[in-house]
């Protein structure tokens, strides 16, 4: 999100500065405090400037969800199990997974399963967009946005998945079309119009509430407090830290009495790359032997990371802004930094994957494929399928 570009601290090279010999590093040094420290001060005189706009943001969001608390604003049945998906901050929090494998537990417990998302990012953000009909999948990530293609390509015979910003309506009518026994609402926490039986909200461990501050000063979409909506908090990438516990801590001290899981991802395999599509997976590895990865996702130190945990021999790391759109140039520019660190193959994620149909590559582009595990894999099961009760801390 560009906000979260804008409030970032500076980490960067200083322009115009190179040490090059020994008697210039220490006026170097000098210049690089200097830069570091206006590029700091930069940071906090906009985060102060958008702090009170945050306030009125925050305001609005409890004042919204009084409304929905006393039905004031009514909040509308889907008439069949609804699981919901979501995060309290903006970026990534390595929810897709978890849309991924609520869906598999609902299909394995005999429902018929359909994902409804907004599809963010997708050309006509108004238009409803089926993107797979459980058999096939019918749109490519520009009509149906990045992720619910993602989902629906790893899907195929467990869930149909439609993207449209009115969920209401899009349920009423898969229902009537599919059938639909059972909801998975990707992203949803603050969509509050669509009742739900679980509420599932995803923290990352690595980043769990930015600055604390509330949108645009921060990447809170409401305030911290209404963690207490939650029926089931996952801590994602628990892996990547030394401990969540403070984490947890954290939430518990806001009130929040729901039952907590910690999520976290592995890689799978390797999966190669052919016309927007991977293939079966590929089992070895040594094609991942000096790589360059890249990844245009909301988190992507967390990708970086988990392909260091995996010993990979990653030869450098490219970002692009998340969703974004690959071009040539793009992939020419990822070809020509590959031969010149000796590398000979790209690695990408699967949300990159669907965004490269058509592209030419000269190298092997390998997707990571990753799943997650959960550490109370019992307890996840029985409250997304209603198969147990809703235990509280």
Not at 186 to 196: L, M, T, V
Not at 205 to 215: C, E, K, R, S, Y
Not at 248 to 259: E, I, N, S, T
Not at 352 to 367: M, R
Request: one cysteine or more.
């Amino acid at each position: 999100m560009k906000v979260r570009v804008l409030i970032r601290e500076f980490s960067g090279p200083v322009p115009g500065i190179a040490v090059t010999k020994q008697h210039d590093r220490t006026r170097n040094r000098r210049k690089r405090l200097v830069w570091q420290f206006r590029a700091k001060f930069c940071t906090l005189s906009l985060v102060n400037l958008l702090t009170p706009i945050g306030k009125f943001y925050g305001l609005g969001m409890d004042v919204r969800n009084r409304l929905y608390d006393r039905a004031v604003l009514p909040s509308h049945s889907l008439g069949a199990r609804t699981i919901s998906i979501g995060n309290l901050t903006a970026g990534g929090t390595g929810k897709t997974p978890l849309v991924e494998l609520t869906a598999r537990m609902l299909a394995e417990s005999g429902e018929k399963v359909c994902i409804l998302s907004r599809g963010y990012g997708r050309t006509d953000p108004r238009r409803r967009v089926i993107v797979s009909d459980g058999e096939r999948v019918l749109a490519d990530a520009s009509t149906g946005g990045d992720e619910p293609v993602e989902l629906a390509r790893k899907l195929l015979g467990q869930a149909i998945v439609i993207a449209d910003a009115d969920r209401v309506g899009a349920a009423a009518w898969a229902q009537e079309h599919f059938g639909i026994t059972a909801f998975v609402l990707d992203d949803a926490f603050q969509h509050r119009r669509a009742k739900r039986d679980l509420d599932i909200v995803c923290i990352d461990a690595t980043d769990p509430w930015g600055n604390g501050q509330v949108l645009p000063a921060g990447t809170l979409r409401e305030p911290l407090i209404n963690i207490r909506r939650a029926g089931l908090v996952a801590v994602t990438r628990a892996d990547l830290v030394g401990s969540a516990d403070a984490v947890v801590k954290r939430l518990r001290k806001c009130g929040m009495d729901a039952p907590v899981v910690f999520a976290s991802a592995k890689m799978r395999g390797l999966a190669k790359f052919d016309d927007g599509i991977a293939s079966d997976l590929d089992d070895s590895r040594l094609c991942a032997a000096n790589a360059l990865a890249f990844a245009g996702i909301g988190n992507p130190s967390s990708f970086r990371k988990l392909l260091e945990k995996e010993n990979l021999n990653i030869k450098g790391f490219e970002i692009f802004r998340d969703h974004h759109r690959y071009t040539e140039a793009d992939i020419s520019s990822l070809e020509q930094k590959a031969r010149a660190l000796s590398a000979s193959c790209l690695l990408t994620t699967a949300k990159d994957a669907v965004k490269l149909g058509g592209s030419k590559f000269e190298l092997p582009v390998f997707v990571v494929e990753i799943e997650v595990e959960i550490s109370d894999p019992a307890l996840f099961r029985s409250l997304v399928t209603g198969q147990g009760p809703d235990l509280r801390a």
